[in-house]
């Protein structure tokens, strides 16, 4: 066992890797050969002058940057599938995947606490994109639009979706989002948000949006080219 200059302690085990805890026995990781480990068989460790932890293992020698800014996340933690989206949204970290959106949580324990990624329940498909309007969190996903609270999610608009950009139009805020059925438009009235219509001569999948400066919009397609809306001074759904 071995102390580091903040106070906290890591072990080297004989078939479970390395193990850290804090000063008052709180667990606080483990590494292991199922996150990057090269060896679960640890001989000896070493830390050298920058608080680096060296382990020596019975397939070589692993150094752990315990004091470096950087973090690295995998399915040891709880994500499946590919990252398609990250958020922090009130202190909170979502990652959203080709399998769903995952929330990064500290779980307590009798003497240990424990970090992972869990699922947010009824979020199971391709979560595109992850936004925040008037301080709540959407999730744009193929299976819906969602707001997502603490470990839940609710669904607030059918559809399959890529992509979500609010817009002023006509001196009103509004939520453009784009999908499988093109371009729908949507407001925000007392916390509920509302489908209002869609562009209709848009009948290409949207796959992302971009609002420009001098007020038009440009949608990118999957494989149809890309396209400039002109609304003008009023939301004009035939526009195009």
Same mark, same amino acid.
């Given at each position: 066992?071995?102390?580091?200059?903040?106070?906290?302690?890591?072990?080297?085990?004989?078939?479970?890797?390395?193990?850290?805890?804090?000063?008052?026995?709180?667990? =606080?990781?483990?590494?292991?050969?199922?996150?990057?480990?090269?060896?679960?068989?640890?001989?000896?460790?070493?830390?050298?002058?920058?608080?680096?932890?060296? @382990?020596?293992?019975?397939?070589?020698?692993?150094?752990?940057?315990?004091?470096? $800014?950087?973090?690295?996340?995998? @399915?040891?933690?709880?994500?499946?599938?590919?990252?398609?989206?990250?958020?922090?949204?009130?202190? =909170?970290?979502?990652?959203?995947?080709?399998?769903?959106?995952?929330?990064?949580?500290?779980? $307590?324990?009798?003497? @240990?606490?424990?970090?992972?990624?869990?699922?947010? =329940?009824?979020?199971?498909?391709?979560?595109?994109?992850?936004?925040?309007?008037?301080?709540?969190?959407?999730?744009?996903?193929?299976?819906?639009?969602?707001?997502?609270?603490?470990?839940?999610?609710?669904?607030?608009?059918?559809?399959?979706?890529?992509?979500?950009?609010?817009?002023?139009?006509?001196?009103? $805020?509004?939520?453009?989002?784009?999908?499988?059925?093109?371009?729908?438009? @949507? =407001?925000?009235?007392?916390?509920?948000?509302?489908?209002?219509?869609?562009?209709?001569?848009?009948?290409?999948?949207?796959?992302?949006?971009?609002?420009?400066?001098?007020?038009?919009?440009?949608?990118?397609?999957?494989?149809?080219?890309?396209?400039?809306?002109?609304?003008?001074?009023?939301?004009?759904?035939?526009?195009?």
């Amino acid at each position: 066992m071995k102390s580091l200059s903040d106070g906290t302690f890591v072990v080297g085990t004989n078939s479970g890797g390395l193990v850290s805890f804090d000063e008052d026995g709180k667990y =606080r990781f483990v590494l292991s050969s199922s996150n990057g480990l090269k060896n679960n068989t640890i001989n000896d460790i070493c830390i050298d002058n920058q608080n680096k932890v060296w @382990a020596v293992t019975e397939n070589g020698i692993c150094l752990l940057e315990t004091n470096s $800014e950087l973090s690295y996340f995998n @399915a040891y933690n709880g994500i499946r599938g590919t990252v398609l989206s990250v958020r922090r949204h009130e202190g =909170r970290l979502y990652v959203g995947t080709t399998s769903g959106l995952f929330q990064y949580s500290r779980w $307590e324990m009798p003497g @240990a606490a424990m970090y992972s990624f869990i699922g947010i =329940r009824g979020i199971m498909n391709n979560c595109w994109q992850l936004c925040t309007y008037e301080d709540k969190l959407y999730a744009v996903t193929l299976d819906g639009l969602f707001l997502v609270g603490d470990r839940r999610a609710e669904k607030v608009l059918d559809g399959a979706f890529n992509s979500m950009k609010p817009m002023t139009i006509g001196g009103e $805020e509004l939520l453009l989002i784009g999908g499988h059925s093109g371009l729908t438009v @949507a =407001r925000v009235t007392n916390g509920k948000l509302k489908e209002i219509g869609r562009l209709k001569n848009m009948r290409h999948r949207v796959r992302t949006i971009a609002p420009d400066n001098d007020g038009s919009l440009w949608l990118g397609t999957d494989s149809d080219g890309l396209f400039r809306v002109e609304f003008g001074d009023s939301l004009d759904f035939d526009a195009m």
